[in-house]
């Protein structure tokens, strides 16, 4: 996922990415990595991402192989802080690393 | 809830208990009549017992279940709570950046990049404001136009790199003549534009001649000669818009520029 997100009804919006996730890592088995550049994102898109990442987080305690890159513009270091401050309660991996693209 | 206390109580009742049966077990007191009643009292005080017991088992297990209930909701809770501090800590930080994103863009948009000056919106909302307050206070301010001599040629001459930066030269020696409260900004081209607030026609010819000669005076080590302007001063007139103010500066400019440049002229 990448780009700024502020959707009008992030329920309708985010739904059925949680959907798509939760399907995922009950139907299969296999490993589950994220690749996120986001740069802005509104109160509601902050909660479906702290969702997400609950899902992985509960995934991750059951055995299950899943993981985060959260790429940042190096010009914008405070996405840094801001994807530091999500991942404080992962216990997954959760690399957050400059976009030197 | 585990273990039964051992209370002396319960100790004495044990002693009777076994008493009784003690006696109710003696062959001497066959023939007793008080035997048989004595015999059903203590099986239904066994009874009771057990029955006693099964209720307080009960009883505990329920306690038990519900203790642990409220232990999962007070950790729903604390976990709850905990996920909202977080949410409303990100989303205050994104806030704060479109804040300073946003405070940034306007500076941007009322700042010339070049010379760091207002530009003309930043300085056709002081003039809106300056008005305003012109009217109110019965004070009128004077406003200035300056325009660079023959600064075509500069550029033509040494290149545009040496005409910005002698625009920038210029607007350093307008900013440095100027007092604290005077407001000057890039009009566009080679033209800026100050405004004196609260300042009668003949002191704002004063300070123009001031601006007028720290441009004069400016050294440039990349242009052979004295860069020169023009600067055309008024007054403005109450009732009028602005944008009236301006022309007739303008027209004290063209007056300064057509009487042989390097000059201040004044229009009432």
Redesign the interface.
């Known amino acids: 996922m990448e780009g700024d997100s502020y959707p009008e009804n992030s329920f309708e919006f985010f739904g059925p990415v949680i959907d798509w996730v939760e399907r995922f890592l009950k139907d299969s088995s296999m490993p589950l990595k994220l690749e996120l550049k986001l740069v802005?994102?509104?109160?509601s898109s902050?909660?479906a991402m702290?969702d997400i990442f609950d899902l992985l987080e509960d995934a991750y305690t059951q055995g299950r192989q899943v993981s985060v890159n959260w790429f940042y513009d190096p010009r914008n270091e405070?996405v840094l802080?801001?994807a530091d401050?999500?991942r404080?309660?992962c216990s997954f991996p959760f690399e957050i690393a400059a976009d030197v693209r | 809830m585990s273990d039964k206390p051992s209370l002396p109580q319960i100790d004495a009742e044990k002693e009777l208990i076994r008493h009784i049966e003690t006696l109710l077990a003696d062959p001497a007191h066959e023939g007793n009549p008080l035997r048989e009643p004595l015999a059903r009292l203590l099986e239904q005080n066994a009874g009771q017992r057990q029955r006693l017991e099964r209720l307080v088992r009960i009883s505990d297990g329920y306690h038990l279940l519900s203790r642990a209930n409220s232990e999962t909701l007070s950790q729903q809770y604390d976990r709850q709570l905990r996920r909202v501090e977080k949410l409303m800590r990100i989303s205050d930080r994104y806030q704060q950046s479109l804040r300073e994103i946003s405070e940034a863009l306007r500076e941007a948009s009322l700042h010339d990049p070049l010379t760091s000056l207002g530009n003309r919106r930043f300085l056709m909302e002081r003039l809106g404001e300056e008005t305003g307050r012109a009217v109110r206070n019965s004070t009128p301010y004077s406003l200035g136009i300056i325009d660079i001599d023959f600064f075509k040629s500069i550029n033509d001459r040494y290149g545009h790199d040496a005409g910005d930066k002698a625009l920038c030269e210029v607007s350093c020696a307008i900013r440095d003549s100027l007092r604290e409260y005077d407001i000057c900004g890039r009009w566009g081209g080679e033209e800026f534009l100050f405004i004196l607030p609260e300042t009668p026609l003949d002191l704002a010819v004063q300070v123009a001649e001031r601006v007028r000669l720290g441009i004069e005076n400016i050294r440039h080590d990349h242009i052979d000669y004295r860069i020169t302007a023009c600067i055309g001063v008024t007054l403005y007139r109450y009732g009028e818009h602005y944008s009236d103010t301006i022309k007739r500066a303008d027209e004290a400019l063209r007056h300064a520029k057509e009487a042989g440049r390097n000059r201040v002229e004044s229009r009432l």
């Open positions: 802005y994102m509104n109160t902050v909660k702290m405070r802080d801001l401050e999500f404080e309660d």
